[in-house]
Nanobody, 123 residues
Framework: VQLVESGGGLVQAGGSLRLSCAAS????????MAWFRQAPGKEREGVSC????????YYADSVKGRFTISSDNAKNMVYLQMNSLKPEDTAVYYC?????????????????WGQGTQVTVSS
């Protein structure tokens, strides 16, 4: 199983980035796919999740209206379009896969994780 994130980098406040996650080694359509982030000294937090079955999406309140999650089931890819970035969005962003679980927001429920990609937003 592999989840490989890409697209992170350094951007000024108000700018945009698009993260990508390439999934392999499991049946993509059986899993919900999510993005989490972890800033230094803070716990890992859920950013957004998408059902690969019906496309239902979920967002943390802190990113609603600014971030958009999408998936391409044919390519086993998940994306996170991040607009209007703020310095508080600075974190390592992780892609994760969930099969079951009580809520998309809890990292302990997830089955697979990527290595993460750094996003830094300067003020």
């Amino acid at each position: 199983v592999q989840l490989v994130e890409s697209g992170g980098g350094l951007v000024q406040a108000g700018g945009s980035l698009r993260l990508s996650c390439a999934a392999s080694g499991f049946t993509f359509d059986d899993y919900a796919m999510a993005w989490f982030r972890q800033a230094p000294g803070k716990e890992r937090e859920g950013v957004s999740c998408i059902s690969t079955i019906d496309g239902t999406t979920y967002y943390a309140d802190s990113v609603k209206g600014r971030f958009t999650i999408s998936s391409d089931n044919a390519k086993n890819m998940v994306y996170l379009q991040m607009n209007s970035l703020k310095p508080e969005d600075t974190a390592v962003y992780y892609c994760a896969a969930l099969n079951g679980g009580s809520s998309w927001y809890f990292p302990d429920d997830y089955d697979y994780w990527g290595q993460g990609t750094q996003v830094t937003v300067s003020s």
